[in-house]
Structures are given as structure tokens and as C-alpha cells.
């Protein structure tokens, strides 16, 4: 699904390698940080009082393509290349999955590859409408619901079929204008509400109308009413339009884990976004329990600011219940975050939709606590954004640019953009895509994108993969919403029920 915008940061790659001739220095501004949000010690038992689960956080990419992806055969990466990418990129795990084939799961470099990675073999499932189908040891039933006689039954079968094999189905950038997923399936584990960089995922977002054209050449089947809700969510991109659909999911009590995915193809590194999941130990089936359990958050990438979010039930002190976890009705629970290098950025915490509080993060570790006491099924969450750098100018065009792509600033919207329309008809239509498909600002980070601290990664590909100091991955991922800033971390929720 990597189109234009990929293609661009892949010449702009060709281009910065020849210009630095192959001799750029091999650091990266964004440095690792030591991970956040790990608790340990024991499960609860007999009298002591509740503890937070036994595990750590672990921080991967859920959606990588190698060479076996058909939109990848040509400048792709071997199985081995991808780990190596992803230990690169910091990650502590990596799931491998591939357009509508498991061609990983045969391949030796599969096991043989040494790495500290958890490696999870998986697919990238489906034809109209993606999702990922992971931690698979053999091959669904059905590859695709396209050219099935029965394409609801194909779903629901294949995701009967992951969960036995210890899997997770989770879709895949669900809001996508131009391939979305609205089957009304049931019985997946998350949704991917942050696809590739927060602020460049595709053209547009998608409308009402587009759906209902989706929904006349497959079929008319009924809508379902979440992606209804969140076409109408406008102006934040089509990550943002997946983010309202989960909430509205999660409204319906649905229990979905919020997962993100740098659907890496080429020319880029993985782990942007990395989903963060709580696994009782450092194995494909713990992190698979993870999604599963909702124990996820996702953050820009590894160097992002880390949070942690949980609850006290009983009032002793001791936050024992984490992400994906429930606390009871009726009682006063308090909730903390602590955002660490979150400086200069804001959180809100969110309950049911609304936020409930928004606030600036002043100082490098903040923790901030709330009580509540929910009466009815509650759902609660975390988000935080981080400040850019704009001090330059050409930090400040960059950031006109991707504002541009997200449709927000954009240099051709409302009134002005129909009355041009009138004169140039569809030239301006195209014009209007090119803008908004990333090509401009991939482009503009091809000539000036060294002076940012852009360059080649040092790291043995098919072809070059450059990678960008966390300066300009925060840019990357403003929010057209608040665009002083950058989305940081999504959290799943605590629920209360
Ligand atoms: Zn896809
Ligand atoms: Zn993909």
C-alpha cells in the first residue's frame, strides 16, 4: 500500500546517497531511550494486595513488508535485511506479513537469522480492505475476501483460524480513502489508527460518499455505522478518522486494542509508529496475548516520549491495573500518567470520547493523577503530543508542506479551490492530489533534507533506506489539529465496568 509519497523518500534516498557518497556519518539524532512503563513483580495472591501484572513493555512495528509483497518484489528486503532494519530501528520486536502470501513462514532466514528480536511471522490479509492477520504458522483458509463466493464468511473464518493458530487480526488503515475496510466483520482484535506518519497517510480522508460507492461495488452491504460516525471527523487526517472510528467502537463496548503500523515497503526504516505491547515475557505468543488483552499503546517512534497509564482500584496505593485491564463500578479509582521527555508537549486524558482534562507537560518526568468513580461502562485513555522545533525556516516549510498533505493549510481548499476548479477542472483536481499525496514534502526533504540531519542509514538494503532525526520525525507527524505540536503516544484504555 506504499504509493507515492514512498516513492518520493525513495528517490529522495537515491539522491541524498549520492550526495553524501555514500560517506554520511552513521548517527542518529533521535537516540534510544531506555524503555518506559515497564512494571514487575508478583501476580496478586491470596491476601497481599493487587499488584501490576508481571511483563514489560515492548516496542515493535506490526506492519512490515519484505520482498514477498507484489508492491515490493522490486525494491523490497530479504527476511534477514528486515530484521536487520527493524534491530537498526531500535524495536524489540517485528512482525513480517506480506500481500496475501506466508511466504515468510517458509523461509529459513525466518529461524536462521541470529537477532534479539522477537521475529513474528504474519500476512498482510485481504484485497479490498487490509488487515493484518500475525503470529501465524500456517496459512489461513482464505488469503482474501476478494473473489471469495462468501467474502463476510472468508473474514470470519480467517479470524477463527488466527485466534487458533495464537494469532491477532487487526485492520489496517481503515479510513483510507482509496482502500478502506468497511466489512461489517465482528470478532477482531484492534484496528490500526496510525498508519505510516501521522500527518501524510494518503490523500484525503475519506467522505460518506466515498463509502457508499465502496459499499455499491461490493455487494450494498449495510455500512458499518462507526466508519459512518468518523467520515465526519475532518480536518486531522485519515489516521485521525481510524482513531475516532476505535473510539466509537470502543463506545459500543467493543474491547479493541489501538495498534499502529509503519507499513514499511522500501526506502524507510521501520518502528514509525511502533506499537508498544505489555507481554509477560520476550516471546511471539506473549506479545500476540498482548494485542489480544488490549495491552497496547502506539508512539511516534522508539525515541518518543514514554508514558504510563494505570489505575488503583482499592484504594492502597498501588496501581495494579494497567492498559487493557478493568476496574470495577462504582468506586473511586484513581488514575495516573506520567509522561517522561514529554517537555514543552501536552496530555489529555480521555474518558469515553471526552476529554477530560488537557494540559501542558513543564517538566521532563510529570505525573498527574485523577479520581473518578464511574457509575456505568466507562473507558478511559491517554494522549500526548510533542512540541516541534521550528526555530528555522526550513523546519517551518517542511511543516507547511506535510500541513498540506494532511488537507489542513492546504493551498487549494473551500471557496477558492471550487472557483479554480470551475476554470482548470480536473488539472486542479490533480494538482490538489499531488499536494496532499506527500510527493511535495518528500521532494522538498530530497534537496534540503541534509541540512535537517537526513541522511542514509547505514544499514545493508536493497536499496538505500534513509532515515531522519527525531526533529524531523516529530514534523512528520504534526497534527493538523493542534500544529505546534506532534502526536506522540496513543494508549489503549482502562476500562471500568
Ligand atoms: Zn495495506
Ligand atoms: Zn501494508
Redesign the pocket.
Known amino acids: 500500500?506504499k504509493r507515492s509519497f514512498c516513492t518520493a523518500v525513495g528517490l529522495a534516498g537515491m539522491v541524498v546517497a549520492l550526495a553524501c557518497g555514500g560517506g554520511c556519518g552513521d548517527g542518529q539524532g533521535g537516540q534510544r531511550k531506555a524503555g518506559g512503563g515497564a512494571s514487575s513483580g508478583a501476580s496478586g495472591g491470596g491476601a497481599a494486595a493487587a499488584q501490576p501484572p508481571a511483563g514489560e513493555w515492548l516496542r515493535g512495528d506490526l506492519?512490515v513488508h519484505t520482498h514477498y509483497s507484489h508492491d515490493a518484489d522490486r525494491f523490497g528486503d530479504t527476511v534477514e535485511a528486515s530484521i536487520r532494519l527493524a534491530e537498526h530501528a531500535g524495536l524489540d520486536f517485528v512482525v513480517l506479513g506480506d500481500?496475501r502470501v506466508v511466504d515468510v513462514l517458509a523461509d529459513p532466514q525466518l529461524t536462521a537469522t541470529p537477532t534479539h528480536l522477537v521475529v513474528i511471522p504474519g500476512m498482510?490479509w485481504g484485497g479490498a480492505g487490509?488487515a493484518g492477520a500475525h503470529n501465524l504458522s500456517h496459512q489461513p483458509p482464505y488469503v482474501s475476501q476478494s473473489g471469495a463466493a462468501d467474502p463476510l464468511r472468508a473474514i470470519q473464518d480467517t479470524i477463527a483460524s488466527v485466534h487458533a493458530q495464537g494469532g491477532f487480526f487487526v485492520l489496517?488503515?481503515p479510513m483510507?480513502p482509496k482502500?478502506p475496510w468497511l466489512w461489517p466483520a465482528h470478532g477482531y482484535d484492534g484496528i490500526e489508527i496510525w498508519n505510516q506518519l501521522w500527518a501524510m497517510r494518503r490523500v484525503a480522508e475519506i467522505t460518506v460518499a466515498d463509502m457508499q460507492d465502496w459499499a455499491r461495488r461490493h455487494g450494498n452491504l449495510p455500512l458499518p455505522p462507526e466508519a459512518l460516525l468518523a467520515a465526519g471527523a475532518r480536518g486531522g487526517g485519515s489516521n485521525h478518522q481510524a482513531l475516532k472510528r476505535w473510539e466509537a467502537l470502543l463506545e459500543q463496548g467493543h474491547k479493541l486494542a489501538a495498534v499502529g503500523g509503519g507499513?514499511r515497503h522500501y526506502a524507510v526504516l521501520p518502528g514509525e509508529p511502533v506499537t508498544l505491547v505489555f507481554a509477560r515475557e520476550r516471546t511471539r505468543a506473549a506479545i500476540a496475548e498482548g494485542v489480544r488483552q488490549g495491552r497496547t499503546m502506539v508512539a511516534r517512534a522508539v525515541n518518543a516520549a514514554r508514558v504510563e497509564f494505570a489505575a488503583d482500584a482499592d484504594g492502597d496505593g498501588v496501581f495494579e491495573s494497567i492498559i487493557g485491564d478493568r476496574v470495577p463500578l462504582g468506586r473511586s479509582i484513581q488514575f495516573r500518567v506520567r509522561v517522561v521527555d514529554g517537555e514543552g508537549g501536552m496530555f489529555a486524558l480521555i474518558r469515553n470520547g471526552q476529554e477530560l482534562v488537557r494540559q501542558p507537560i513543564t517538566a521532563p518526568d510529570e505525573t498527574f493523577t485523577f479520581g473518578d468513580t464511574p457509575a456505568v461502562r466507562s473507558w478511559y485513555r491517554v494522549d500526548v503530543w510533542e512540541p516541534l522545533e521550528l526555530s528555522d525556516s526550513k523546519a517551518r516549510m517542511l511543516r507547511s508542506l506535510v500541513l498540506g498533505t494532511a488537507g489542513q493549510n492546504g493551498l487549494l481548499s473551500g471557496g477558492l479551490a471550487s472557483l479554480l476548479s470551475s476554470w482548470f477542472g480536473s488539472w486542479l483536481q490533480d494538482l490538489q492530489d499531488i499536494v496532499a499525496s506527500g510527493v511535495p514534502a518528500a521532494v522538498w526533504l530530497l534537496i534540503h533534507g541534509q541540512d535537517l540531519g537526513v541522511q542514509v542509514a547505514p544499514v545493508p538494503s536493497r536499496y538505500p533506506v534513509i532515515q531522519w532525526p527525531e526533529r524531523v520525525s516529530r514534523i512528520l507527524n504534526t497534527d493538523p489539529l493542534a500544529p505546534e505540536y506532534c502526536r506522540a503516544v496513543i494508549t489503549s484504555p482502562i476500562w471500568a465496568e
Open positions: 500500500m506492519h500481500h498482510e487490509h489496517n488503515h483510507d482502500n507499513d
